[in-house]
C-alpha cells in the first residue's frame, strides 16, 4: 500500500515562503507521477502543480513563478516551494502520486497566509 505523507504547512505572512513535503512509501516511488493539489474552506480541490517521472512541471496558472514542484526519487520525495505567498493561497494542500490505473493521496497539510 502506497503511502503519502506531507509536512511543512503552518502559518506565514502575505509575502512569506514556505516548503512543504510529501514523503511517499510503499512503492517504486520514480514510477509515479506526482502533483499537488490544494482545497481553501468550501471550494474544491485544485490542482497546484504536477511533476512527470522524467521531471516535467507545470503549474496552475495562479501560482506560476511563485510556487516549485520537485522530486527526489532518491528519498522519495515531492517538494512544493512556495514563495511570495498571499492571503488566497490560504488551503489544506494535498499530495498525490498517480500511476495508472493508481491514484493515493495523502492526509494534506494546512497552509494559512495572513494579510
Known amino acids: 500500500q502506497v503511502q503519502l505523507v506531507e509536512s511543512g504547512g503552518g502559518l506565514v505572512q502575505a509575502g512569506g515562503s514556505l516548503r512543504l513535503s510529501c514523503a511517499v512509501s510503499?512503492?517504486?516511488?520514480?514510477?509515479?507521477?506526482m502533483a499537488w493539489y490544494r482545497q481553501a474552506p468550501g471550494k474544491q480541490r485544485d490542482l497546484v502543480a504536477t511533476?512527470?517521472?522524467?521531471?516535467?512541471?507545470n503549474y496552475a496558472d495562479s501560482v506560476k513563478g511563485r510556487f516549485t514542484i520537485s522530486r527526489d526519487n532518491a528519498k522519495n520525495t515531492v517538494d512544493l516551494q512556495m514563495s511570495s505567498l498571499k492571503p488566497e493561497d490560504t488551503a489544506v494542500y494535498y499530495c498525490?502520486?498517480?500511476?495508472?490505473?493508481?491514484?493515493?493521496w495523502g492526509k494534506g497539510t494546512l497552509v494559512t497566509v495572513s494579510s
Open positions: 511533476i512527470s517521472r522524467t521531471g516535467t512541471t
Open positions: 498525490k502520486a498517480a500511476r495508472f490505473p493508481d491514484v493515493y
Open positions: 510503499g512503492s517504486i516511488f520514480s514510477l509515479y507521477a
